[in-house]
């Protein structure tokens, strides 16, 4: 998938901006979570934690 629609295809979820940034960041940019931390000024694991909301959200939107 082009990086584009990789982003217009995260953006049609409608997440929070911090989850939609990190995954913006991680599966985009393809950016380490320490480095997407650095990017944004938040913890590595933080970035983590928004992840696997971000997936969960969209877990349960395509699950409906």
Same mark, same amino acid.
């Given at each position: ?5 990789a ?10 901006? +911090? ?10 940019? $393809?950016?380490?979570?320490? #480095?997407?931390?650095? +990017? ?10 928004? $992840?696997?909301?971000?997936? #969960?959200?969209?877990? +349960?939107?395509?699950?409906?």
């Amino acid at each position: 998938m082009s990086p584009n629609r990789a982003k217009e295809y995260i953006k049609s979820f409608n997440l929070p901006e +911090d989850e939609e940034n990190v995954l913006l960041l991680l599966d985009v940019r $393809r950016l380490s979570c320490v #480095a997407a931390g650095m +990017d944004i000024g938040i913890t590595p694991d933080t970035v983590k934690r928004y $992840r696997q909301r971000a997936y #969960a959200h969209i877990a +349960d939107e395509l699950n409906n």
